[in-house]
């Protein structure tokens, strides 16, 4: 089960913290993905991490301004969000899969329930 939170709402280029924690001792084992998705849009990738922490990934969008990392003895991944943009503007989900990074939302197996992050102009 993974838990999200940290969003809310923020003016353009202010900065959030988001984390997402799971109740799991298996954590380490999972590659972990931010994705997002604002009304009446698909579901994006956002960000990935690898399983040991060495490997991110992020969607041209966003860098330069997001980091991704995680703490595998807490069972947490984070996203710190710089320099928003009302286009940022979306509910943010994490996600776990087992094996590699990949930006395909229907390859993870596991999702948190969402947080939303309204950037106002």
């Known amino acids: 089960q993974l838990q999200a939170s940290g969003g809310g709402l923020v003016q353009a280029g202010g900065s959030l913290r988001l984390s997402c924690t799971a109740s799991?001792?298996?954590?380490?084992?999972?590659?972990m993905g931010w994705f997002r998705q604002a009304p009446g849009k698909e579901r994006e990738f956002v960000t990935g991490?690898?399983?040991?922490?060495?490997?991110?990934y992020y969607a041209d969008f966003v860098k330069g301004r997001f980091t991704i990392s995680r703490d595998n003895a807490k069972g947490t991944v984070y996203l710190q969000m710089n320099s928003l943009k009302p286009e940022d503007t979306a509910l943010h989900y994490c996600?776990?899969?087992?094996?590699?990074?990949?930006?395909?939302?229907?390859?993870?197996?596991?999702w948190g329930q969402g947080t939303q992050v309204t950037v106002s102009s």
């Open positions: 991490i690898s399983a040991s922490g060495v490997n991110t």
């Open positions: 799991t001792r298996t954590f380490g084992n999972y590659a």
């Open positions: 996600a776990a899969k087992s094996r590699l990074v990949t930006a395909t939302a229907n390859e993870y197996d596991y």
